[in-house]
């Protein structure tokens, strides 16, 4: 396995991205056969090394990874380094360059948490170019109640402007901690190892949390349901010590849509792929096979 760290210029931002050649890549660019690729995106507040570094050392079904940091995180930083707010439009534009560059015309997606909802805008706005998606408690989908969740997501801007200001900013993602993963069974140091991983850039999480907020207020989320399960498969990865909105509102996806399958991953919250990172890669692979 070959791993290289890049980095492109997109929209006023520097966009890094982890780029991961298998064993296999070699061998099939020796007889001209196209990379199977897949693109994983992380949640709001942790970079995208932390979060499938791990379980992209553990998946056999690819010959590349593309793993990006979004905005706002990770070592991805505004080119003028001032903090700055940005949309869901932005980064969604920002992984589809990340591909553009990359020359990856046609790849399998999973995202995690806001990589969620970045990955079902990419396979809405570039359908030909998207093939299978893996939804880990995906932003956008926590319940079917769209008026209650809009009105968490209020809340949740509370949390971020506290992360804004330094004298609240553990508040804030203690705040949000508790509102995404209420039903908790860890140790204090997993707790506050969380506590930091969210803090390292906690401006940019406070920014990539309202981009949510915004987006969903301005979307039409049946629309982009149907849009997106026109063609090729659908896996969501539900954390068994979720909240039951969510387990109960993918079991109606799964209902509703023949291409869409919903797992409940046991032992896990809405940390899963730090929890059990090999299940997370099993249960990828088992969605993603050709």
Known sequence: MK??????????YHVFYKRIEYSSFEANKIVNKKPKAVLLLHGAGVAG??????????????????????????????????????????MVADVAKVLEVENIEYTD????????????????????????????????????????????RASYSIAAKKMRDPETMTQGVRFFIEAVSPVRNRPKAAQLSMEKRLSARAIGFSYALDSVSEHMNSIDRIELLDEITQTDTITSLIGERSRNTMHEFH????????NWSYISVQGCDHSLPYQKPRKIAELIDQALKQ
């Open 251 to 258: 079991t109606q996806l799964q209902l509703k849509y023949k």
């Open 109 to 152: 997606v999973v995202g995690y948490s806001l990589g969620g909802l970045i990955t079902m805008e990419l396979k809405s706005q570039f359908a030909n170019k998207i093939g299978k998606l893996v939804l880990v408690e995906p932003a956008l989908l926590e319940r079917e109640d769209l008026v209650l969740s809009k009105k968490i």
């Open 49 to 90: 090394e932390l979060t499938w570094l791990t379980i992209s050392k553990q998946l056999k079904q690819f010959d590349l990874c593309i793993i990006p940091d979004l905005r706002g995180m990770g070592k991805s930083f505004p080119i003028d380094k001032q903090e700055q707010a940005f949309s869901i439009k932005q």
């Open 3 to 12: 791993s290289t760290n890049k980095q492109i210029e997109h929209d006023g």
